[in-house]
C-alpha cells in the first residue's frame, strides 16, 4: 500500500456528504451530484435492495463510482474469517474502505484486527461506533499513517435520549490523535443534522439518498415551503377523489 501524502482532514475540514445506499440506480444518480463526496453501503441495505450477489454488486458499483471512496462491510463474525474478507474486499479498488464493525455479535472489540489491517495500509471505516471509549480503543490501534474513517451512529445514540452534538464533538476530538482519521456522523434523522455534525466538527455525514434530494430545500423561504405543503394535500385529496358528505343545514 502507498503511503499517504494529502492533506489531513483537520486541513480542508468543511464537512463532506457521503451517499448511503444499495440500489443501482439511486448509485448511479448521486455519482452524477458534484455535492456527493463518496458512498456507504451495508449487508441490511444490501439485502432490503435484493442483492443476492455481494462481489458482483460491490463489482459493478465501483464501475459507477471510480473516482470517489465507497465503503464495503465484512460480515463474518469470527476475526479470522473477517480479516480475510476484509483483505479481498480490499483488493477491489484504490478507493475502497473496508468496513469493520467495532466488535463482533459477542460484545468481543475488533481493535485488534482494525489494528492489523491499518498497519497494513488499509483503509478502514470502523461502524457501529457508540461509544466513547469504542472511538478511543480503535484510534490507539490506526496507523497514523493510513487514512480511516470512525463511523459514530449518532443518530442511534439521538434515539437512546441522549444529545448527540457533544458526544461526536467529544468524538472527534479523540480521533485529533490520529490526523488521517475522520469521523462520520453515521444514522442520520433529518436534513438538520448536516449542520449539527459540521457544527460538532465531524468530517463527513452519510445520508440516504431522500435526505440528500432535500437538499435543495436549505434556507427555503418557510411562508412558500408552508404553501407548497397546503398545495400537495389539495392536490393528493384531489387525486384520490375523497368526498365528505355534506349534512344540509
Known sequence: MSRYDGPTPSERHEIKIFADGADLGGIREMAGNSLIEGFTTNPTLMRKAGVSDYKGFALEVLKIVTDRPVSFEVF?????EMEAQALEIASWGSNVNVKIPVTNTR??????????????????????MFTLDQVQGMVDVLNPETPAILSVFAGRVADSGRDPIPHM???????????????MWASPRELLNIAQADDA?????????????KLGNIGKDLGEFS???????????????????????
Not at 481493535?111 to 478502514?124: C, D, K, T
Not at 455525514?205 to 431522500?210: P, Q, R, S
Open 107 to 128: 460484545g468481543e472489540s475488533a481493535a485488534p484486527l482494525v489494528g492489523r489491517l491499518s498497519g497494513q495500509g488499509i483503509m478502514v471505516n470502523v461502524t457501529a
Open 227 to 249: 404553501r407548497e405543503t397546503v398545495q400537495m394535500f389539495y392536490d393528493d385529496a384531489s387525486a384520490a377523489g375523497y368526498t365528505i358528505p355534506v349534512r344540509e343545514s
Open 76 to 80: 463474518a463474525d469470527e476475526f479470522g
Open 169 to 183: 464533538k467529544s468524538a472527534v476530538e479523540i480521533a485529533s490523535q490520529k490526523p488521517l482519521a475522520e469521523v
Open 201 to 213: 466538527g465531524c468530517h463527513i455525514i452519510t445520508l440516504t439518498n431522500d435526505v440528500i434530494r
